[in-house]
Every structure is written in C-alpha cells, then in structure tokens.
C-alpha cells in the first residue's frame, strides 16, 4: 500500500510498550478451522522481528498454540495475545480457534480488539467463506468493527483468486462490489506437474509496484507488460471503491473529470474508509520459505493494520456508573476500566487474567474494584476490591514482566482471586460496570461423576475452575436425575473440558449417560390399600390405610385429601400417611420416575391402639400407592423443548425433515435476515441429546439453535415401553 516500514520494537524477544494509546493496534485474527490464522500470526511475528524462527515450543519462538492440548490436538483450542511492532506501532494481534466449538474464545477476542482480519483460505472456496464466517462477519459490522479479509492457500491447485474474492463480496459484502475489492494481484510462479502453483509475489494496485517475495524478501521489481494491464482496470475500480466507501465527493468529482489523483490522497482516503469500516479490502498471504524472514505479504499487512485499523481511542466501550451509561474515554490519566477477557490457571503462579484496558493505568500492586455480572447469593464475590499481583506482557508460553500498562493495552494480572471472565475491573473509589458481551449457550450435556473417591474430593474445586475459566461451560447439579452435569459446545469442547480437569486441575471423571428428568402419572383413577401389619416378639407393628388415586392437570404437583370418617385412622397418623405417599411418589411407582400431577384421597384405614406407629403409617401410605399405580395405567411425562433454529435458507429442507424425525412439531417458519431462515418447534428433550452435533453436521456449521423448557406432557406408548424397559424398578 506504501513504502515499506522497518519494525521498530519487539525484535529478538523484547518487551514491545506503548507511550500513547495512538500507539496501539488491537487486531484479532478470525476464520475457520485450517485457514492459517496461527501461521500468518507466526509470520507476522518473524517478520518483526518478535521472533526468530517460527513454531518452535521448546525454545520459546512457538506464539500459538502452545498448550500441551493444542500440541496433541493440532489444533487452536484458546485465545492467544501475541504483541509486536511496526513503525512505531504496538500491534497486539489476537490468534483464535476457528472450531466452532471454541466460539468463547472468539467472542473474547473480538472484545478485547479495535478491529479484525478475517483469514480465509482459497482452497477452501464456498465452504470456507460460509459456516459460521458470515455471522461473525454481521457481529463485527453491528458494532462497526473494520474488517480486512487475507487470503492464504493460493498456491493450491483448486484456489482461484479471482473466485474466491467474488465469493466474499457475494456472502459477506452482500454483492456490493465497490466495498471489498482487493489491493493486490498475485503473482504465480511456475506450474508443477502436480497442479501446484507457488505466488511468488504481489501487485500493489495503489502503487503500481510489483514485489518479488520468492527469496524470503520484500524486493521490488519491473512490471512486465502483463502485469501492467492487468493492473490498470483493478486500480480503477479500486480507485473508485475507495473514494465512494470515504464518501469524498470532492475527490470523486476530480477524479470523474479525468484528473490524476495523487498517492498520498488515495492512501488517506483508504485508511478513512477502512477506518469507518465501511471498506474492506482483500490482501494475500503465504507463510515465508525455510529459513527466510518475511513471508509472502507480511508486510502490506503490517502497513494497513498500523496505518488503516483505529486507536483504541477509535474505538471506545460503554460501562454504568451511578445508574448511567457512558462511553469511556481511552485515557491513561481517566480513572482505571478495564474488563477479564478470559481467565487461566497456573501451576505455580496461580490464576491468571487476560485484561484490556479501556480506560486509565493499571499497575502492579493496584487495588481494584472487581464487578461482575453475576446475581443473587454469588454477587457478594463479584462486588469487592482486590489487590492485583504482578502486570505482565503475554507473548506465547511466556509473561513478560511490566511495571504499568496504560489504557488501550491487553496484558495479563495475577492474584485476581475473585474476577472472572468478564468481570469489570475499576478503581475502587469510581466503581463502574462495563456491558456485557454475549456468549453462546452450551447446549450439548455431559453427564459425569468422579473415578474414585480422591477424585471426588478435588471434583467441587475443579469444576468451580473450570467454569471460572470457560463462561461457555455450564455446570449443572440435577435435583431430579441427581446427576452432575457439564453443559458445553460440542464434542470437541467437551474433551477439551475433560482434559483440563484432569491435566490442570487434577481431576479424573468418568462420563456417563445423561438423563432426562421423566415423569409418571395415573391416565385414570385408581384405588390402592397398603397394609402393614408385622408380630414378631416384642413391639409390633401395624397400619391400613385405603387411598383412590385420580389424575390432575399438568403443573398440578401432588394434592393429598382427607377424608377419613369415624376416626379409624386416628388424627396424628393422617401427616404420616401423607409423607409416606409423598415419599413414594418422589421415588416414582413403577420406573423410578417420580409421580406427578395426582390428587390422592385419604378414605379409610385402620389402626391398632398399642402397635400402630408413624412408621407404620408412612409404609402403609408407600404401599397404597404403589398397589394403586398396579391396578391403574401409567402415563409417562417427559419434558418437551421450544427450540428455535437459525439456519441458511439452502438447509431449511432438511433441518425440517431431521426435526420431524425427533418426533418434533414445526410451529412455523420465517425469514430473519438476508439469506437465514428461523425454525420454530416443539421437540421432546429426549431426541436433543446431540442435536448441538448432529445440527453442526447437517447444516455444515452455519447454524446455531437455542431450547427452553416448555412443558412435560405423555409419551407415545411405543417409545414409553422401551423407556421403562431400560429403566431399573422401583423399590
């Protein structure tokens, strides 16, 4: 875009700090699985000089996945900080998971960044610019973040350039031609006989250069006479996409009129509309070769995140305080907000927080303000100050030591004992609370218990961690299937989550399967006597008692009745008839589900003057019931979601098919907004079990579904039976 820069902090492993929050660059790095995010972070790194070498571990030069589950998983499972300079300028790029189930992280890092580069791999084609990219993509532009999109994999025998850049305008720029249009061409090499087609440099459109980066370095060349006509239509509509997105009449008017517009004047009109993120434009990328220092258009992307992304100033987040919202002024000398962007566990340091500073200077030693978004009996231990321990850099494995970090930064603190992942942190005589960013809700369940009686020990305190650091976990204690429950994104999340308790926090579990909280209940009335009548030596024990059992509308609970005539159930046993039904109903009657929805009437009985007891009561009450339940037919409850799927109007056929096959009920459909269709329906909970999965599956990762309890109501006979026939009896 413009004369190159030298890198101007960072190098060889330092400290990179900024004096002014002009000075710093957010940048987080979105796209799916595969498309090179860490690679380019990596290059970008090298290219700086904030690094030697690239991925390298056990050296330190690894800025990326490092985690020792990112190691055996090959793959980014959390957000990474990486800081580095350029031209004077702090850039903390933000590297993370492009699986869908590690949104949470994404969300994260889309908070704490100013702006975002959407990496999309060429190869990839359709299916990588569609999924979950077009609703990240309407995320960022609903809070008017800049977006820049690279480009990687070119090299491949299927990527198109050309293709995949009509791709992106067609599903993210809504077809608006003049708002993403690219600001180089590739230049290929020569063809292998496998199809391999190596880019050996790029065409600067705005410039009209040709740089050659075959050798691992950023060198200028003569343009051929090919490349120059090829250069001459794309720098046009350039020109013109970038005046018309800047709204610069003025310059539209001159350049209309045939006047050669200086480059200088276009370079300023782009970074003012990439700014306002209003313009996107479409850069390339390839990792360097073996050895070589800048990879193929580290540099062009270093010049537009310095020269085009906003300050933190740009760029500013809106907290409360007093009862009113206010957007915070990115000030080093404003009073200290600044916001948990996601918690992590240390062995021998303790927690750790990722913060950024919206506001003030945070320093080691601070006492603050933690304020969380939690209510209720929880929202003393989120509503307290606390003194911080040491501030330092992250940069990979490492923490960089820092006496202060001013408003703008993303850096890490320690003893922040209380503050969770988005947790406001504040000064402790101005309190505030920064809104909260959403996060999506775990809807996949996994059922668990301890391996053994020393892991059950350590299970309370683990699980407290590990929601701590993950917020897209949820922990569950079922009163009903008295089961413990981890609720998370989907498969892959949920290894990770198990790995952790067991690696970090040293915890075994072991999963089981997840129940569903069933009910039973009478279909008609019926009539039960429970007689308990036992003589052996001693004190005896003896009680009847004679109950009709009739059905109640849903949400009825269990009404017990007195009818008792003539006192032949005395009046002190009549409570212990009643806690014994109640007893028995909660155990369930059959299959061990409990019994609802009843009204159970109290109408005879007998009782002996030295042998009847409380005791005896309560199990003559159990065994009414139960002969009842016998002579009666059961219905069996179970809990029915409203569900509601979003999803891409190419995949509603068959979402709706699948729905039906659960035995769901479509309530209707319509379109919500361009391209995506919501889904509403009623499905039993039963058939949900790994709908978060199968839905993933069916509609190739671009749609997302939310499920609320409706109601219980009967199960079909057919699936009634092989229910009970699974289930233990009740005793």
Known sequence: MVERSTASAGANGKVVTAERPDDIRNVVLVGHSGSGKTTLVEALAVATGAVPRAGRVEDGTCVSDYDDIEQRQHRSVQLSVVPMGWAGTKINLLDTPGYQDFVGELRAGLRAADAALFVLSAAAGVEGVSGTTPALWEECASVGMPRAI??????????????????????????????????????YGAKSADGHRPVTGLIDLLTQRVYDYSAG???EMPASDEQLEL???ARNRLIEGII????????????????????????????????RGSFHPVLIAAPPPEGAREGLGTTEILELITRGFPTPAEHPVTAVSGGKSAPQVCDPKAPLAAEVIRTASDPYVGRISLVRIFSGTLSADDTVHVWGHRAGDEAADHDADERIGAVSLPFGKQQRPLGQAIAGDIVCVTKLSRAETGDTLSAKDSPLLIEAWSMPDPLLP???????????DKLSVGLSRLVAEDPTVRLEHNPDTRQLVLWCLGEAHRDVALE???????VQVDVIDHKVALRETFAGTASGRGRHVKQSGGHGQFAICEIEVAPLPGGSGIEFVDKVVGGVVPRQFIPSVEKGVRAQAARGVTAGYPLV????????????????????????GALALREAAAAAKLDLLEPIAEVR???????VGPVLGDLSGRRGRVLGTEPVTLGRTEIRAEVPELELARYAIDLRSLAHGGATFTRAYARHEPMPTQVAVTVRDRAEPTV
């Open 150 to 187: 690279v480009l990687t994999h070119l090299d491949t025998a299927r990527a198109d350039f050309e293709d995949m850049t009509q791709t992106c305008r067609e599903i993210l720029g809504g077809g608006r031609v003049e708002s993403m249009l690219p600001l180089h061409l590739p230049v």
């Open 217 to 219: 370095e950023h060198t």
């Open 231 to 233: 250069m001459e239509q």
């Open 244 to 275: 018309a997105e800047s709204e610069d009449e003025t310059l539209m008017e001159r350049y209309i009129g045939g006047e050669e517009i200086d480059l200088g004047t276009l370079v300023r009109d782009l970074e003012k509309a990439v700014a």
């Open 446 to 456: 996994v059922a668990v218990h301890a391996h053994s009686k020393a892991d059950e």
């Open 500 to 506: 952790r308790l067991r690696s970090r926090f040293g």
């Open 597 to 620: 929805d009843v009204r159970v009437t109290l109408f005879d009985g007998k009782a002996h003057s030295v042998d009847s007891s409380d005791a005896a009561f309560q199990t003559a």
């Open 645 to 651: 799927v979003v999803v891409a109007d190419e995949y």
